[in-house]
């Protein structure tokens, strides 16, 4: 079955621009999180959902970072007025339900701010 | 082109031989560890998991090793191939009430397999 997708893959934007990045879960899924992962180093944690509600958001850098999920499906991360510090690969993943289900991660949207 | 391995540690390794990745865990809380590896370009993909009430898990190829005491985790992956090439991270999570929290993520090892 498909996996979790991501788009953009890639998305350049000039500092100060706003960029809205899209998530979509393996159907069914309940939770989703996002991640950063910088160059070179390992993902971490930006916020995570249970359907439809944000239950963790401590991993936000900024509130220029905000995340939702209206419907419990389909979740965007949208970051506003961005600097350089944001380009990384923003990740998204999902698992079935609140056990101890594995996370299985999407390709990334690769962001680099100008 | 970007990598994802790019100035991290590096295992080398010949082909056919076996590979032993280590990784020390944070949180003494932690209860549920993951191996993932990941290609350039591409997300993590899941290898192996293992739980604390384990201390050793087998898989294809893969075995996961887990030292509480230590707050130790290990992967060794048998008659490592050129394909095994990639970059693998741990991740620990603590499991509250059922529900899977965020993952924290070591800061990966680049193996590279030379054949």
């Known amino acids: 079955g498909a996996g979790v997708s991501q788009s953009p893959r890639y998305k350049v934007a000039k500092r100060g621009q706003d960029v809205a990045l899209r998530c979509d879960p393996i159907?069914?899924?309940?939770?989703l999180f996002w991640y950063q992962q910088a160059l070179g180093q390992g993902p971490e944690f930006l916020t995570y959902?249970?359907?439809?509600?944000?239950?963790?958001k401590s991993g936000l850098p900024s509130d220029r970072f905000f995340a939702e999920r209206p419907e419990g499906s389909v979740s965007t991360l949208k970051i506003q007025r961005t600097q350089q510090e944001d380009s990384a690969v923003y990740l998204c993943?999902?698992?079935?339900?609140?056990?101890?289900?594995?996370?299985?991660f999407g390709p990334g949207t690769r962001l680099t701010v100008l | 082109g970007e990598s994802v391995g790019l100035h991290l540690p590096t295992l080398s390794v010949q082909e056919g031989d076996n590979s032993i990745i280590n990784c020390a865990y944070s949180?003494?809380?932690?209860?549920?560890f993951i191996w993932y590896k990941q290609e350039s370009g591409k997300g993590p993909q899941f290898i192996i998991d293992?739980?604390?009430?384990?201390d050793k898990r087998q898989g294809q190829r893969v075995t996961v090793l887990l030292n509480k005491t230590v707050k130790h985790l290990s992967l060794q992956i048998a008659a490592t191939q050129p394909g095994d090439s990639d970059v693998y991270f741990c991740?620990?999570?603590?499991?509250?009430?059922?529900?899977?929290?965020?993952?924290?993520f070591g800061k990966g090892t680049k193996l590279s397999v030379k054949p």
């Open positions: 993943a999902s698992i079935r339900d609140s056990n101890t289900d594995t996370q299985y």
């Open positions: 159907s069914g899924h309940v939770s």
């Open positions: 959902f249970q359907n439809e509600a944000q239950l963790d």
């Open positions: 949180n003494s809380a932690s209860d549920y």
């Open positions: 293992i739980r604390s009430n384990m």
């Open positions: 991740a620990e999570t603590v499991l509250t009430g059922g529900s899977q929290g965020n993952l924290i």
